[in-house]
Structures are given as C-alpha cells and as structure tokens.
C-alpha cells in the first residue's frame, strides 16, 4: 500500500496534528495517513490487498448494495459520532432488505485544519462499530479540501450484502389489515443532536440510539413470519416513513398516537423547541409491516432483544386511494401525520 | 410530561365535548373566530373539532403573524440581503414567505444572500457583536408577543454601542385587527361570517392583558374568551362562549387565568413604548391597509431602524389573483374553497401566506384535516 520506510518519518501527530492539503494530495503524506490511521484501525485482508478496489469473493445469494453520506452536526454527540453512526447508516439501509451485511467503502471529505486526533477519534469508533457488527471496511477514499469548504469531515459509505432465500422485503408489500409495528422509542437521536446544538441540558440526558439493526433483524426473519416491510425511520422520522411506504403500496395507514412510544425527555426537548417526536430522526430504530395475525409473534421476537425493548403495535394498514397516514390523537380527535415540508431539522445524519 | 399532558387529557376532553353538546342549542348554530393561529393550530393538530357538535364551527382568524406579512415588507427584506449584502436574521417561518418575482428569503439565501435564522432577537444580537465588520439587520414580526423583545434587543444594542445592527419592523397589533374584522362588511352586514364571539389570544394577552378586548365586547356585542394554547383550554373557551351565548352575554373572560391578568405585563408595555410608537397605517396580507394597526420605531432610536437607515420606501405588491388568502383571513372563505388549494398551492410550494406557516389556516387543514375532504377516507 505505502512506499513510505518507517523510521524515516516521523509518525503522524495525533495530539497536536491537523488535517493539511497534502493529505489529499496523493503523495507521501496521503500515504501516511493512510496507511497510520485508516488500514491499522480497519485491518482485514481485502484492505490489505492495497489495491485501488477490492477484490471480493462471490457470495452465494442476492446482493443488496446501499450508500449513505453523513454530514451530522455536530460530530461528536450524547450516544456516538459521526463514525459509528456512518456505519450504522449503512448497515441499517442494508439489513431493512433482510441481508446480512458483509462489506463496506468508506470515503472521506476533510476539511484542511481538522485536527488529527479527532480524525482518529472517528476513524476508531467506525471501526469499532464495524467490528461489533462483524463487517469490514474493505476500500475507501480520502479527500481534502479547503478551510471553508466543508464543516470537519464528511463521510459517505457503502455497503454490500446478501439476502437469503426466500425473504422478499420491499415497500410495496403493505396490504390492508396489516399491523404497523415499531422496535422502540422515536426521536431519540434527533433530540440528543438538537439538545446537544442548542445546549440544552436535562437531568436525564437523551442519547442518541445509533446502533446496527441487522442482528434484531435476523431475530425477526428466524421466527419464519412472512415480514412484508421493514424500514429504518432515519431523517424525516417514522411520519416520512410511513408516508413513503403507503405511497409506494398504495394504501392508508391508521395510527393511535397514545401507543407510540416516545421517552417523557425526548417529549419535553420536543415540546420546548416546538418539534412532533414523529418527524425526528432515528438511527437504531425499526419500523415493521406484517400481517396482523403475526404482529403479537413479532413483537415478542423484537422485545426479547436488547435493541428491541419497547417495541410497541402503533397501527394498521387499510385501503385509502389518497394514500394517507392517520392518526387518532389521544386527546379523541383525528388528523393526518403529513409528509415533512421543507427541513425540520438539518445536518442530523 | 408535567403541567402539559393535564391540559392534553383525552379522558377531560371527552367529558367537555359531552358538556358543550348538551349546552349547546340544536335550534341554532354557534360561529366562533380563533383570532390566533397557535388555537389555529391547536384545533388542527389535536383533532378538537372532531369533539364538537355539528352545529358548533370554528373559523380561523388572521392571527397569525407570518400570514399577515405582505409580500411588499419580504421584498424590502430580501433586498436589503440580496443588494445591500447585510445578514439578515429572522425566525424560522419567515424564510417561506413567497415573495415578488418567485423568491422567498429562502431562495435569496440559495441565490447567495446571508439569511440567516435565529431562535431570539439576542441570537441576531450575537450575531452582531460577532461580525462588526457587517451590517446585521433583524427582520421582526410578530404580534404583541414577540415585541417586547425586539424593544429589550434595541435598548441592548444602544448599551452596548452596536453600530452594526438594526431593525426591520413589522410589529403588528391585534386589536386593531379584531377590530378590523368586526368592521368589514362581511361581518357587519350579516350574512357571510356568522360571528358569534372570539377566542381571544393566548400568548399576547400574557403581554396586553384582557382589557383591550373589554370595548368591542361592549361596543360589538361579542363575547370574547382568552384561552390558552393547550387544546382542552380551547374546548373549555368554547363551552364558555356557548354560555355566554345562550345567555345573551358579551363579556370578557379569562380561561387562560393562569397566565393571563386584566393589565397584562406592565413592565414589557412600557418597554415597548419606550421603543416604539404606532404607525398611522400598515398593509397587512388579506386585510390591507388597517389604520394604527402596527408599530414603528421612535424617532430617538433612529439609528436601528433600518427603514430610515437604509431609506426604505415601501411599495405594495398584490397577491396571487388566484389565491384567496385574503378572504380566508377574514373568514369569509374556507381553505378548501380556494381553487389553488392543495393544487397549485401546497406546502411544499405555497402560493398564499396562509399556506407558509404551520398556524396559517391552510396550512394546517393541509396538514392535519384534508382527508376529511374526502368522506371516504374520513371514516376508514
């Protein structure tokens, strides 16, 4: 990979060291950085062939592929970073197609002046999270660019997996009379982002729920249920959501407001800075659409994993030709939980 | 969560959609106006009028700030960003606001103004104090509510010698505009706006007090309920004003007792007057031109007012000649009424102010209440 001989430089500073434009410019000190901090946190054999892609072994199976650039604000927040929840991202938008996840790119724009040491912060936790979930990171890319140019880092990864026979998961399978199931509490990691940008400080701070999807999700698929949906409700929170798979099926959706689980913290954080908890983002999170004679056996399945506590039965599926999410509020009343308009909350993920 | 969840309670609720049923006259129908776009809201988002007998309708009033700024006041805004290149602060709905030429300040900020939103008026402050080298203008909107905060944000920037920072002000007053619709013909002549009372403001009564809306009880025989923002302060109001009017009462009262006193918050009035002055006349979105109806900046604080800083002139522009928001702020008209309803105007692309803010009437029965639009998909 690197033509640089130790002990002929002087290894990168991780204390006091930033992020320059030669670090993006092909030449010894890319090497350097790369070869210090990217290949010795992600090590694996793909990473090691020190080519420009990586070549990988055909698995047996359909392949799944997804991206995801993260551009959170800040990078380091109550429950993760930039670098699990770039793993995480990925992961989730590739286990909610029923596949295991196996691999994953990682490409980096840096921002010149970046300090070394929370690039290596970073770099870490990614490789942790990757570790825990048992994929590697087998190629990836780093540019860097002006100071101005970009806020910190910036991380786009991609990942691959495989789904195994028999399992068909897609939008488009929500037919009425179906049960909307979701694994746990909403907004927790909008709010622990908005609480920790706008300095708001509770008794019990709120923490982003960040983590990989893919074991709760095997959970489910081994209880051998037809599963029709599953989605991760990320930006735009479980109101977007739903509102994309209705569409996509071609049905309406009922919701009872008084089941939806929402922390009392993250309620409050909402109500202070006039936020629905429905429209915040969730990184941990899964939303799952089955029959309605199946919903008591996923539940189960989801609340005997430790990601999957709360989960909680928040509504059906029914015909609608307007494709629209209701919702009986728990003051007695009915209304629509519409798509978002413009941003509610930007740089989340 | 605490002192909330008591004021959302779907068991109370139920009991007072019971009482307000049984006090309410089947031999007539009851029309009463939320002045303010927070009940606008609260109504929409809770589902009260699904609570409400049939003969018990709710029209939304123009309280709402954002709706009632007209396009020619974000013209003078988005120049000032756009050819003058000062930063220009404000709160968040503002950015929305459709204005001349197919801009808002939202899409000034992608065509390279610096735009910025702030949470407060000591955010645009620090805004100021951050960039001395740049003119920093606040554009301010609001009711009586959000006042007091500009005059404290004026008074801050003389003590602390901010020559860089000043106001655009489009402080508006709700009396004036109560009393602006209680005038127009509409409502005078009988007829197209059934009004049977108000339910007065929440959050600027906290400022005024309940006293300014003792005249057009008395002088318009309407009665008029504060309520708060919460949705059982609003079905409470209404069984209030149901009273009232099966007793031929016209009288102010005060549902909102746990914020809300009869002179209001004396010390943020005279902040205000220490600040501002009335304007002799201000447009206003759907309403036009309503004399004494908004506030300008004293003369001694010259230097922050930006319309003499930059000599503004302003000029009118008119609205959409499709749109009907004029109409719907004075409840003549309903949202669904309006042909480019849910059509050309949505909130993704708002034609009309009352689609922009989430307390403008459109925009809420956009967002919570259209399927009732449609009966069948009302009962699945």
Same mark, same amino acid.
């Given at each position: 990979?690197?033509?640089?001989?130790?002990?002929?430089?002087?290894?990168?500073?991780?204390?006091?060291?930033?992020?320059?434009?030669?670090?993006?410019?092909?030449?010894?000190?890319?090497?350097?950085?790369?070869?210090?901090?990217?290949?010795?946190?992600?090590?694996?054999?793909?990473?090691?062939?020190?080519?420009?892609?990586?070549?990988?072994?055909?698995?047996?199976?359909?392949?799944?592929?997804?991206?995801?650039?993260?551009?959170?604000?800040?990078?380091?927040?109550?429950?993760?970073?930039?670098?699990?929840?770039?793993?995480?991202?990925?992961?989730?938008?590739?286990?909610?197609?029923?596949?295991?996840?196996?691999?994953?790119?990682?490409?980096?724009?840096?921002?010149?002046?970046?300090?070394?040491?929370?690039?290596?912060?970073?770099?870490?936790?990614?490789?942790?999270?990757?570790?825990?979930? =048992?994929?590697?990171?087998?190629?990836?890319?780093?540019?860097?660019?002006?100071?101005?140019?970009?806020?910190?880092?910036?991380?786009?990864?991609?990942?691959?997996?495989?789904?195994?026979?028999?399992?068909?998961?897609?939008?488009?399978?929500?037919?009425?009379?179906?049960?909307?199931?979701?694994?746990?509490?909403?907004?927790?990691?909008?709010?622990?982002?908005?609480?920790?940008?706008?300095?708001?400080?509770?008794?019990?701070?709120?923490?982003?729920?960040?983590?990989?999807?893919?074991?709760?999700?095997?959970?489910?698929?081994?209880?051998?249920?037809?599963?029709?949906?599953?989605?991760?409700?990320?930006?735009?929170?479980?109101?977007?959501?739903?509102?994309?798979?209705?569409?996509?099926?071609?049905?309406?959706?009922?919701?009872?407001?008084?089941?939806?689980?929402?922390?009392?913290?993250?309620?409050?954080?909402?109500?202070?800075?006039?936020?629905?908890?429905?429209?915040?983002?969730?990184?941990?999170?899964?939303?799952?659409?089955?029959?309605?004679?199946?919903?008591?056996?996923?539940?189960?399945?989801?609340?005997?994993?430790?990601? =999957?506590?709360?989960?909680?039965?928040?509504?059906?599926?029914?015909?609608?030709?307007?494709?629209?999410?209701?919702?009986?509020?728990?003051?007695?009343?009915?209304?629509?939980?519409?798509?978002?308009?413009?941003?509610?909350?930007?740089?989340?993920? | 969560?605490?002192?909330?969840?008591?004021?959302?309670?779907?068991?109370?609720?139920?009991?007072?959609?019971?009482?307000?049923?049984?006090?309410?006259?089947?031999?007539?129908?009851?029309?009463?106006?939320?002045?303010?776009?927070?009940?606008?809201?609260?109504?929409?988002?809770?589902?009260?009028?699904?609570?409400?007998?049939?003969?018990?309708?709710?029209?939304?009033?123009?309280?709402? $700030?954002?709706?009632?700024?007209?396009?020619?006041?974000?013209?003078?805004?988005?120049?000032?960003?756009?050819?003058?290149?000062?930063?220009?602060?404000?709160?968040?709905?503002?950015?929305? !606001?459709?204005?001349?030429?197919?801009?808002?300040?939202?899409?000034?900020?992608?065509?390279?103004?610096?735009?910025?939103?702030?949470?407060?008026?000591?955010?645009?402050?620090?805004?100021?104090?951050?960039? $001395?080298?740049?003119? !920093?203008?606040?554009?301010?909107?609001?009711?009586?509510?959000?006042?007091?905060?500009?005059?404290?944000?004026?008074?801050?920037?003389?003590?602390?010698?901010?020559?860089?920072?000043?106001?655009?002000?489009?402080?508006?007053?709700?009396?004036?505009?109560?009393?602006?619709?209680?005038?127009?013909?509409?409502?005078?002549?009988?007829?197209?706006?059934?009004?049977?009372?108000?339910?007065?403001?929440?959050?600027?009564?906290?400022?005024?007090?309940?006293?300014?809306?003792?005249?057009?009880?008395?002088?318009?025989?309407?009665?008029?309920?504060?309520?708060?923002?919460?949705?059982?302060?609003?079905?409470?109001?209404?069984?209030?004003?149901?009273?009232?009017?099966?007793?031929?009462?016209?009288?102010?009262?005060?549902?909102?007792?746990?914020?809300?006193?009869?002179?209001?918050?004396?010390?943020?009035?005279?902040?205000?007057?220490?600040?501002?002055?009335?304007?002799?006349?201000?447009?206003?979105?759907?309403?036009?031109?309503?004399?004494?109806?908004?506030?300008?900046?004293?003369?001694?604080?010259?230097?922050?007012?930006?319309?003499?800083?930059?000599?503004?002139?302003?000029?009118?522009?008119?609205?959409?000649?499709?749109?009907?928001?004029?109409?719907?702020?004075?409840?003549?008209?309903?949202?669904?009424?309006?042909?480019?309803?849910?059509?050309?105007?949505?909130?993704?692309?708002?034609?009309?102010?009352?689609? !922009?803010?989430?307390?403008?009437?459109?925009?809420?029965?956009?967002?919570?209440?259209?399927?009732?639009?449609?009966?069948?998909?009302?009962?699945?």
């Amino acid at each position: 990979m690197s033509t640089v001989r130790k002990n002929y430089v002087r290894p990168l500073d991780f204390k006091q060291g930033r992020v320059d434009m030669s670090h993006g410019s092909g030449g010894r000190a890319m090497a350097q950085l790369i070869e210090e901090l990217f290949a010795s946190a992600f090590a694996n054999e793909y990473l090691a062939q020190g080519n420009d892609g990586a070549l990988l072994p055909p698995p047996a199976g359909r392949l799944v592929m997804a991206t995801d650039a993260h551009v959170v604000s800040p990078l380091f927040f109550p429950g993760g970073d930039i670098g699990c929840l770039s793993i995480h991202g990925t992961i989730n938008d590739v286990a909610v197609m029923g596949a295991q996840p196996l691999w994953i790119a990682a490409s980096f724009i840096l921002e010149e002046g970046f300090p070394l040491g929370d690039l290596k912060r970073i770099v870490d936790s990614m490789a942790a999270a990757a570790r825990e979930a =048992g994929v590697s990171v087998v190629t990836g890319d780093t540019k860097v660019v002006e100071q101005g140019n970009a806020d910190g880092v910036f991380i786009t990864t991609t990942g691959v997996g495989v789904v195994p026979e028999g399992v068909l998961l897609s939008g488009d399978r929500a037919r009425p009379g179906d049960a909307i199931l979701v694994s746990g509490t909403l907004g927790d990691h909008g709010m622990a982002i908005m609480s920790k940008r706008e300095n708001l400080s509770f008794d019990a701070p709120i923490v982003s729920d960040t983590a990989a999807l893919h074991g709760l999700i095997a959970s489910l698929l081994e209880t051998g249920v037809d599963l029709r949906v599953l989605r991760d409700p990320t930006r735009g929170g479980l109101a977007t959501t739903l509102n994309e798979i209705a569409r996509q099926s071609g049905v309406g959706m009922l919701l009872s407001e008084a089941a939806i689980p929402v922390k009392p913290v993250v309620a409050a954080a909402c109500e202070f800075l006039g936020l629905d908890p429905l429209y915040v983002a969730n990184e941990g999170k899964l939303v799952v659409i089955c029959a309605a004679a199946d919903a008591e056996r996923l539940l189960a399945a989801m609340r005997a994993h430790p990601l =999957g506590h709360d989960a909680a039965l928040i509504g059906t599926v029914h015909e609608d030709a307007h494709h629209f999410v209701q919702m009986k509020t728990s003051f007695g009343g009915r209304r629509i939980v519409d798509w978002l308009t413009g941003e509610q909350l930007p740089r989340i993920c | 969560m605490k002192y909330v969840d008591e004021f959302r309670d779907g068991e109370v609720a139920k009991g007072l959609a019971v009482a307000i049923a049984a006090e309410a006259k089947p031999s007539r129908n009851y029309s009463f106006m939320e002045f303010c776009g927070g009940h606008t809201h609260a109504i929409s988002r809770y589902g009260v009028a699904d609570l409400l007998p049939a003969n018990v309708r709710m029209i939304h009033g123009p309280g709402c $700030p954002v709706c009632v700024l007209p396009i020619g006041r974000i013209d003078l805004a988005i120049r000032l960003a756009l050819d003058r290149g000062v930063i220009l602060a404000t709160y968040g709905d503002t950015l929305r !606001v459709p204005a001349s030429g197919g801009l808002s300040l939202l899409k000034a900020k992608a065509r390279g103004g610096d735009i910025r939103m702030v949470y407060s008026t000591a955010d645009a402050l620090k805004i100021a104090r951050e960039n $001395p080298q740049r003119e !920093v203008v606040f554009l301010a909107i609001g009711f009586e509510t959000t006042t007091p905060p500009t005059a404290l944000a004026i008074r801050e920037a003389r003590r602390q010698g901010l020559k860089n920072f000043s106001v655009l002000c489009n402080h508006v007053l709700t009396p004036s505009a109560i009393t602006h619709i209680l005038e127009s013909p509409e409502v005078r002549q009988y007829g197209t706006v059934p009004l049977d009372g108000f339910i007065g403001p929440a959050h600027v009564s906290t400022v005024i007090g309940s006293r300014p809306y003792e005249h057009f009880a008395e002088e318009y025989r309407k009665p008029v309920v504060i309520a708060g923002f919460e949705p059982l302060d609003v079905m409470q109001a209404i069984r209030m004003l149901v009273r009232q009017v099966n007793e031929g009462r016209a009288e102010v009262e005060n549902e909102f007792s746990r914020a809300v006193t009869r002179d209001g918050n004396l010390k943020a009035q005279a902040l205000v007057s220490e600040v501002f002055e009335l304007r002799r006349s201000f447009e206003w979105r759907g309403l036009g031109e309503v004399p004494y109806s908004a506030l300008q900046i004293r003369a001694g604080f010259a230097e922050f007012d930006a319309e003499r800083r930059y000599q503004l002139t302003y000029v009118p522009v008119p609205d959409n000649k499709a749109c009907e928001c004029g109409a719907i702020l004075r409840g003549v008209k309903k949202p669904q009424d309006c042909k480019i309803f849910g059509t050309v105007c949505t909130p993704e692309n708002p034609m009309g102010s009352c689609m !922009v803010s989430s307390e403008g009437a459109c925009a809420a029965h956009y967002t919570y209440g259209r399927y009732k639009d449609f009966p069948s998909e009302a009962t699945a």
